[in-house]
């Protein structure tokens, strides 16, 4: 009988939501992007390794609080609702709300009023402002779309059956460059993402915080900056 002590590192599972770029897409069926980059710089520094889950936005804090991933590494927003259920790291990124058209619809942000179809990522933070300013101050009277990733969102507004998606800028400019939709307006949110890990679990956020600094201070945070944006 031989006990065999374990030498490979730590793994810990990256719940992501790919169809987010530039912070996480497919891409020859890899997922890939600045938060997948984010997230080895971090682990490298840290001395683990990182396996990634794609999964439906709206699961993800779900999968943390039920043990199936370690980390959210998604370019989830920080807030204070999200912060009662998990614990966040020190921001990365910042970001706004933004409005997206179809390309030669000659649509403008007159979308976000009377009868017009929006769509949106379920639970995200464009999903919330969407609820809170146009739907509960009856704003908007048309249909709201839910979605469970922005790549079908998008699709759906190509192809005519919305008049708009509300999703963050980083992301709205990416998808206005590569596909034919126009970003016609910035709804000012001033949001900042965070990686984020079940309640609780100091040791973990630690590593991340820890991570971060190093990323940011060894100038790999800039290397990666340029590589995406
Ligand atoms: N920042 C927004 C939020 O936290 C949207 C994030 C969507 N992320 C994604 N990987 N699809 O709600």
Known sequence: FVSVAPVSAKTYVVGTSAGFPPFEYIQEGKIVGFDVDLMKAIAESQ?????????????????????TIDIVAAGMTITEERAKVVDFT?????????LLVKEGSGNTLTVLFGNHNIAVQTGTTGDLWVEENLEKTGILTGKVTRFDTFVLAIQDLINGNVDGVVLDTPVAKRYAAEKPVVMVAEIITGEQYGLAVAKGNKELLEKLNKGLEEVKTSGKMDELLKKYF
């Not at 990182?50 to 804090?61: G, K, P, T, W, Y």
């Not at 020190?90 to 933004?98: D, H």
């Open 90 to 98: 020190e921001p990365y990124y910042s970001a706004n709300q933004a």
């Open 47 to 67: 001395g683990f390794e990182v396996e990634f889950q794609d999964i439906s936005f709206d699961s993800l804090i779900p999968g943390l609080n039920a043990g």
